[in-house]
């Protein structure tokens, strides 16, 4: 009896630790393919670097922390903090040759705005531009994010059906170039269509913490 005992606490504790071993063997994984990732877009890519543990000269956006999206190919719309620089997106590129480059836009003037004709054509000509700048990147599109519900009170043209639509234009494009399209909305909305209460930071579309280790996850198990 003492020895089945002794076996079967054995098993356990050997069991507790090949789980343990595997998830910090998923965790280094994961900070190792972030280790490797840029990542850019409006505000909610801008606070990666304060709420979502990513380095600052890892996270690119405009110099007000955020990118218009109508102008994204004729504007500098990467600020280098560090440098006091302002480059285009593919000059940045270019420059810096990102192993991996997140992209997550399309708010700010897209979404609600535009035609699904000219919102496509602003989002391949800046795809193309960053191949171009560095064959070597690897592009991930992320779906743009839930709003807040009470985004309504701020937004008339961005609307929680705007950006689903959206997203269904990014997902085709991105079908169409072979790049890769990762849909975290879906990870993150509501039965609404909204953003997730728990993950709201405010009454636009900004995310707590939480939603960011959701958006990061998201990322890393797409590029698994």
Known sequence: MKRL??????????????????????????????????????????????RGGIPEE?????????????????TKCVHL????????????????KPEILVITLGVSGGAGFLSKEAFVSVYREMLISVQKANPETKIVVQS????SDKSVKHFKKLTRE??????GW????????????????????????????????????HLTRAAYAVVLDSICSALS
Not at 81 to 96: F, H, P
Not at 162 to 167: F, I, S
Not at 174 to 203: F, P, R, W
Request: proline fraction near 1%; charged fraction near 20%.
């Open 5 to 50: 005992c002794k076996l079967l606490c054995f098993v356990l504790i050997f069991s507790v630790f090949c789980f343990l071993s595997a998830r910090q063997a998923v965790f280094a994984q994961e900070d190792d393919i972030l280790s490797h990732a840029y990542f850019f877009g409006d505000s909610t890519t801008a606070h990666l670097a304060c």
């Open 58 to 74: 890892r996270v690119w956006s405009g110099a007000g922390n955020t990118v218009l999206f109508e102008t994204v190919n004729r």
């Open 81 to 96: 903090e560090e440098e006091n620089l302002d480059l285009t997106l593919a000059d940045a590129v270019a420059q810096k």
């Open 144 to 147: 743009i994010l839930p709003l």
């Open 162 to 167: 705007a950006v689903a639509e959206a997203n």
């Open 170 to 205: 990014i997902s085709e494009l991105c079908s169409q170039m072979d790049i890769l399209y990762v849909d975290t909305h879906a990870k993150l909305v509501d039965e609404n269509g909204y953003l997730k209460v728990i993950y709201q930071n405010d009454e636009y579309m």
